[in-house]
């Protein structure tokens, strides 16, 4: 039996693709365990109408911006897992749960849950204590390159700036 074969049977990919998913549910599911998930829900329920529209006028800007740097340069679709993906696409290892049957749902309701909390520890990371643009810039840099590891493409990366 050919090596090739070997590993074309066992479907390794797929065995690591559900480790990962299993790994980022149970991460998900561990933080809502640690008594942050009344927390969560009370940031939650204070969105306001207003503030959906905010954001949705955000997303859409971002989104757009998004568009043009991808068609600007083909180095703005690219991601570290670029190098990892058979067809060469970007890939945000950190949501590949959503396409995972089964994981697919429960992933989503843990994640918009979390969020909050995932928000916060953003902001303890990477802007509390920056004291000036110098130090804020370099700490946006970090951001991007930190989402850079994560599969997220340089364009939607450099976002953090």
């Known amino acids: 039996m050919k090596l090739a074969t070997f590993w074309d049977k066992i479907k390794i990919g797929e065995i690591l693709k559900f480790a990962w998913c299993t790994v980022m549910t149970l991460g998900l599911l561990n933080s809502l365990l640690d008594g942050r998930a009344g927390i969560n829900l009370m940031f939650i329920s204070r969105i306001s109408v207003v ?21 600007l340069h083909p180095f703005f679709r690219w991601s570290l897992f670029s190098l990892f993906s058979g067809d060469g696409q970007a890939v945000n290892i950190n949501l590949l749960p959503m396409r995972v049957r089964y994981f697919g749902l429960v992933f989503v309701i843990l994640l918009m849950i979390n ?19 110098a130090q804020a810039l370099f700490a946006s840099l970090l951001f991007g390159l930190a989402h850079c590891l994560f599969g997220l493409t340089t364009n939607t990366s450099s976002y953090g700036l």
């Open 51 to 71: 503030m959906v529209i905010q954001n949705s006028l955000i997303i859409a800007t971002v989104a757009v911006a998004l568009f043009w740097l991808m068609k």
């Open 115 to 133: 969020i909050p909390t995932i928000a916060v520890m953003e902001e303890l990371i990477f802007r509390q204590g920056n004291k000036g643009c």
